[in-house]
């Protein structure tokens, strides 16, 4: 018959030898995850291709008049500085959409830097764009700055919009 401490030994063998089956076994199950799978840089390009899906939709929106679409990407406090420096809340956005009021054939945009601040992003873009309006051709290059707010619900929503005509060197205002 074993002694009581020969059984103790026993048992404590045992459990150094399942600790260190299990330990490896745990470990590559932590080491199996990415590495990049949560991290920052992963979350910031994430939240960098949602917003460039949204300008997506929103460019879209404007080209078609799709007022709908529009409606949902703009937060209901939603204020623009157009081009010619007049105020534009949601209201009169949407309701110049639905009119027709200007017409846009061509909106391409370059140079996009998207610029995250906490649940915020801040985008800079430029936009090349051929339409007319009731005051005539409205036709040129601009420069703008949209703002993003991801809401309560997780949602991005269009907060502001400020656009400038880039003017070549020496043009005036007409």
């Known amino acids: 018959m074993r002694d009581a401490s020969t059984n103790s030994s026993i048992r404590m063998n045992r459990r150094t030898v399942l600790a260190a089956m299990l330990v490896p076994v745990l470990m590559l199950g932590v080491w199996a995850r990415p590495l ?3 991290s920052p840089v992963t979350q910031k390009h994430e939240r960098r291709h949602e917003i460039d899906q949204l300008e997506e939709v929103w460019r879209n929106a404007v080209l ?3 007022a709908a679409a529009m409606d949902s990407l703009l937060a209901d406090d939603y204020m623009a500085i ?3 420096g007049t105020l534009q809340t949601k209201d009169q956005a949407l309701a110049n959409l639905r009119a027709g009021r200007a017409h846009i054939t061509t909106l391409d945009i370059s140079d996009r830097k998207v610029r995250f ?3 915020t992003a801040v985008v800079t873009s430029q936009a090349d764009v051929k339409g007319t ?3 005539g051709d ?3 290059s601009f420069r703008y700055t949209r703002v993003y707010v991801r809401d309560a619900r997780g949602q991005w929503k269009i907060v502001s919009f400020e656009a400038s005509r880039i003017r070549a060197p020496g043009e005036h205002r007409q």
């Open 36 to 38: 990049h799978a949560g």
């Open 117 to 119: 601040y906490g649940t």
């Open 133 to 135: 309006n009731p005051e």
């Open 64 to 66: 078609t008049g799709n």
């Open 138 to 140: 409205f036709s040129g």
């Open 82 to 84: 157009t081009a010619s």
